[in-house]
C-alpha cells in the first residue's frame, strides 16, 4: 500500500532552471494537494485540486504552476527557480471535502543554488 | 479564517500524560478539528479528528468543549517516540471549492525526555 509517493526525494537546482515535481496516490482520492515547509514555519499550501482537470491557488502560488491530468497524479512545476523556492515541499490527497483528513507524501527536498 | 493559536513548545517525559490545547475563537459550524504529527524529515501524519465532545482512538483523545472556541489533544504515557511537531487544523477546503481554512500554523514542538 504506497499511499502517496513523490518522486524525486531530493534535488538540487540553479537558479532560472526548471523542474517538475511528481506526486501519484493509489487511494482514488479526489483532492490533492502541495504544501511548502521551510525551516521553523508550518505548512504553507502552494495550489490543490478538487479533481481531475482542476487546479486552485493556495496560499502562496507565485513562481509554481501545476496540473491534474489523471485523477492519481498532481505535477508541481517550477518554471524559473529561485533561490526562495529552498525548500521542502509535500503532496497530499484526501477523500473528504467536510472532513478534510489529508494523507502526506514523504517530501521532496529542494535546494536552489 | 478560523485561526488557531497553539503553543510553540512543551516538554514532557516518559510515562506523562501530555496535553496540548488549540484555540480557534472563529470556527465555523462546518468545521471538523484536526491534528496532525509530524516527525523531522517526514510528512504530517494525521492523528485524530473531532467535531464536539470527545473523540478516542488507539493513538490520542480529543477533547472539544461546546462552545468548540479550543480543542485538547491528549497523549496517555508519551515515550521518546512521540516527539514531534503537532498541528491543530481546523476546517479545510470549502464546498465551493475555495482554499477555506487550510492553514497549518507552526505547530507545537513536543520534546519527551527520559
Known amino acids: 500500500n504506497a499511499g502517496v509517493t513523490q518522486t524525486p526525494k531530493f534535488r538540487v537546482l540553479k537558479t532560472g532552471q526548471s523542474m517538475t515535481l511528481l506526486c501519484a496516490q493509489d487511494?482514488?482520492?479526489?483532492?490533492m494537494y502541495w504544501y511548502r515547509q521551510d525551516p521553523g514555519m508550518g505548512l504553507r499550501l502552494i495550489h490543490y485540486?478538487?479533481?481531475?482537470?482542476?487546479?486552485a491557488k493556495g496560499e502562496v502560488p507565485d513562481g509554481y504552476n501545476v496540473s491534474r491530468l489523471k485523477k492519481q497524479n498532481f505535477l508541481l512545476g517550477l518554471e524559473s527557480a529561485a533561490p526562495s523556492q529552498t525548500s521542502v515541499y509535500f503532496c497530499a490527497s484526501g477523500d473528504s471535502l467536510a472532513k478534510n483528513i489529508q494523507y502526506f507524501g514523504a517530501g521532496t527536498r529542494l535546494s536552489v543554488l | 479564517l478560523a485561526k488557531t493559536t497553539q503553543p510553540i513548545s512543551m516538554d514532557s517525559y516518559e510515562g506523562q500524560e501530555v496535553n496540548i490545547t488549540c484555540s480557534h475563537n472563529?470556527?465555523?459550524?462546518?468545521?471538523?478539528i484536526t491534528w496532525y504529527q509530524q516527525f523531522p524529515s517526514q510528512g504530517p501524519r494525521f492523528i485524530i479528528q473531532g467535531y464536539k465532545t470527545k473523540v478516542t482512538n488507539e493513538v490520542a483523545s480529543l477533547f472539544i468543549p461546546a462552545d468548540r472556541k479550543s480543542s485538547t489533544l491528549s497523549l496517555p504515557r508519551v515515550s521518546l517516540s512521540d516527539t514531534a511537531v503537532y498541528y491543530c487544523?481546523?476546517?479545510?477546503?470549502?464546498?465551493?471549492?475555495?482554499?477555506?481554512?487550510?492553514?497549518f500554523g507552526k505547530g507545537t514542538k513536543l520534546s519527551v525526555k527520559p
Open positions: 487544523l481546523v476546517g479545510g477546503l470549502n464546498y465551493g471549492g475555495s482554499q477555506g481554512n487550510l492553514i
Open positions: 485540486s478538487v479533481g481531475e482537470g482542476t487546479t
Open positions: 487511494m482514488n482520492h479526489e483532492y
Open positions: 472563529n470556527i465555523a459550524t462546518n468545521d471538523y
